[in-house]
């Protein structure tokens, strides 16, 4: 089998039931991202774009192919250090590498600074086993925000995929949570404080990305997260890739349904406020970071510092 | 471990983490059944209600429990015979026993004589594997219809459980068929013609409807249909069942996220007109049993005689 430009094949795509070449495969995946960028209008002109690099394959290649496309708005990188000993160094070493290499402004900012805790004594200062990636999600989303809004950022550009998104779609509904449901990857409110979040990857697979990224010889670390388990997530994960292997197309089908359905629904939008303890926007007196900073008895460091 | 009322356990269930007694499991699963009739008002005072009875524990468990409440409405039972030799027989003589031992009517229906064709002939017809189920269920919707209309009934009981109802709910949001997934179980549209269907057994699981018949003596057909296959509604199937056993009480939460979900959604209400071909309820020019009767080339026996 052939590409049909000739070529010998590097990638099959399944639900496509056609081989790529090199150069077919990655300008495909440039066209699709280039094509979500461009239909749902996430970037305007003159915008400042604050890209999240972790350091996975994920984020690398969204800056990668968002400084391919950058002319007529501008790119800055920045990561969260949470505080994991022996997984986080290596992903921030690789977002620094890149950005240095791409000509991009690159920060670090660390949960020890920010809210004045690590992800490593979290189940320590908790006294007990707790969900870490739930405590974490709120971190880093407190955090990007902050830190994105600091940047000057017009836009917060997310590394989320198609299998994330299909992820996050069947979780939700699973777990029959409607009002988180309906407002998936949307902004929870309306508020000054509140940096839109774009997610330039959504209609690519994981694998693609992945391939793309080794294809380019985009240098991402391949960890998984110490302090991650087994959770519905990875459960999702597993009934997706049974789905798509049998059925392909089924991730896009799951992500594309979705969003018929959300124009259908009523986005609980209304204005936030901001919470009493921060100032950062929060749908309640106090936002989700300091509800559970609160609960963990940690002190928030001085910010005037 | 012992039921609350101090006799012995015969049935544990796990989204309650609580085991039952032969009697408590007994009233439990009656309760809840009573429950989703009268919280959704599915049956009204006068009404004539037509029981679609295959024979299996979900249908002649639900004729056994409509039964017990037929009280200020009556009942009428019927069977739909779409000739599977080795299978439909056995279904239809347990369906005719129940239905004796319990003084309701009973009546049989085959495809032969209402649509002109059987299931086992089916494949020699189209000339082809088709997906024996998509026609089977259409040919069987127009039947049952038609009948619980010919039979003057106000409301056609349908034996649907837990199960059935998650796996319709995930496998209309997999295959993204938005129209299909706000409608379900609803009534495709105002008809004179169309007989409102209720689903009595919607909140129970199916184990336990299997239990409930086993330990009520209700002998029931257990065999599955020859012409049945590995489909997307047995991998959903499969999915549910890991899940609930993960995470007790899945089902309910699909199901029930499901119902709020409608309620945001707007209904693909409208009239129907008429099929062309039968005079049936029809959301085109011919209706979907005439569509697929045409495409088989199968001539309807004259209704008439």
Same mark, same amino acid.
């Given at each position: ?35 979500? !960028? ?10 400042? !774009? ?13 800056? +990668? ?69 739930? +405590? ?6 407190? !955090? ?87 959770? !519905? ?73």
């Amino acid at each position: 089998m052939q590409c049909k430009c000739g070529s010998d094949i590097v990638y099959y795509r399944r639900y496509e039931a056609r081989g790529y070449c090199m150069k077919c495969f990655l300008d495909s995946v440039e066209k699709k991202f280039r094509r979500t !960028v461009s239909k749902n209008k996430l970037i305007r002109k003159g915008d400042k !774009v604050a890209v999240a690099v972790s350091g996975g394959k994920d984020s690398l290649s969204m800056l +990668y192919l968002l400084n391919g496309i950058a002319k007529g708005f501008s790119l800055i990188s920045f990561s969260v250090d949470e505080g994991i000993s022996g997984y986080r160094p290596k992903g921030i070493e690789c977002a620094a590498e890149l950005a240095r290499f791409l000509g991009i402004e690159h920060h670090v900012y660390s949960y020890r600074k920010e809210i004045g805790m690590e992800m490593d004594s979290l189940e320590e200062l908790a006294g007990k086993k707790v969900k870490n990636c739930t +405590y974490c999600g709120v971190f880093r989303r407190y !955090v990007l925000n902050k830190k994105a809004r600091e940047l000057g950022a017009a836009k917060l550009a997310v590394g989320h995929n198609l299998d994330d998104e299909a992820q996050s779609v069947m979780m939700n509904f699973v777990r029959g949570d409607l009002n988180r449901f309906s407002r998936l990857g949307a902004s929870p409110g309306e508020s000054p404080k509140f940096v839109p979040r774009i997610k330039p990857l959504r209609d690519i697979p994981e694998k693609e990305i992945a391939a793309y990224a080794v294809l380019k010889g985009i240098k991402f670390s391949g960890d998984e997260c110490p302090h991650s388990f087994d959770n !519905v997530r990875r459960d999702m994960q597993g009934v997706l890739n049974d789905f798509e292997l049998k059925y392909p197309g089924t991730k896009q089908q799951v992500v594309g349904f979705y969003d018929r359905l959300r124009g259908s629904l009523p986005l609980p939008g209304g204005s936030l406020k901001e919470c009493e303890e921060c100032g950062e926007p929060s749908s309640g007196a106090l936002c989700k970071a300091c509800e559970l900073l609160f609960s963990l008895k940690v002190k928030r460091p001085d910010q005037s510092s």
